[in-house]
T-cell receptor, first 115, second 114 residues
């Protein structure tokens, strides 16, 4: 089974802090994604990466950046955390379309609270 | 503009009965649809999917129906069980460059009453 792990389940940070959320997958997947989930808004795509060192903006990239130095690891960075970034952050991965289809596998999520 | 809509935020169903969750989409470029199930404090897990070349896909108690002309899909759970209580997200994907992304609805919270 695919395993996607996220570095923290719960995180509390202060406004203005730099925050790193880490995601690791063990299935040699090419594609990785960061979403945030908010009540009544569903899942919204922040950034995705289709290969090492490659990144693409999703629907809500403002206030975030990402890093993908190794295939198995995809990091989400909040340069200066703000209270409106309090949310559940979900990482996902997917293999190449030809073999894996479009199904994405999700990690357990990180509940981030910014005070 | 919301491209994938789940208009019912919540649904309550008696155990053993059918649960029907609905989803509408507006983007005619979507050609693949997925349903995910999410328990609190966990990540979404894949449930079932359907390609636009089909109008039905079945997997055990779960069946997804697709009506392309109406841009509507539905997930049927028969019979419903208390363990099915969760939030269900509908997601859609386009082809080509659009196949990287999944566009999600806002979710429907299903409660199955014992």
């Amino acid at each position: 089974d695919v395993k996607v792990t996220q570095s923290s389940r719960y995180l509390v940070k202060r406004t203005g802090e730099k925050v790193f959320l880490e995601c690791v997958q063990d299935m040699d997947h090419e594609n990785m994604f960061w979403y945030r989930q908010d009540p009544g808004l569903g899942l919204r795509l922040i950034y995705f990466s289709y290969d090492v060192k490659m990144k693409e903006k999703g629907d809500i990239p403002e206030g975030y950046s990402v890093s993908r130095e190794k295939k198995e690891r995809f990091s989400l960075i909040l340069e200066s955390a703000s209270t409106n970034q309090t949310s559940m952050y979900l990482c996902a991965s997917r293999g190449i379309l030809r073999t894996s289809g479009r199904k994405q596998f999700f990690g357990p999520g990180t509940r981030l609270t910014v005070l | 503009d919301q491209q994938v809509k789940q208009n019912s935020p919540s649904l309550s169903v008696q155990e053993g009965r059918i649960s029907i969750l609905n989803c509408d989409y507006t983007n005619s470029m979507f050609d693949y649809f997925l349903w995910y199930k999410k328990y609190p404090a966990e990540g979404p897990t894949f449930l079932i999917s359907i390609s636009s070349i089909k109008d039905k896909n079945e997997d055990g108690r779960f069946t997804v129906f697709l009506n392309k002309s109406a841009k509507h899909l539905s997930l049927h759970i028969v019979p419903s069980q208390p363990g099915d209580s969760a939030v269900y997200f509908c997601a859609a994907s386009g082809s080509g460059a659009g196949s990287y992304q999944l566009t999600f609805g806002k979710g429907t919270k299903l409660s199955v009453i014992p």
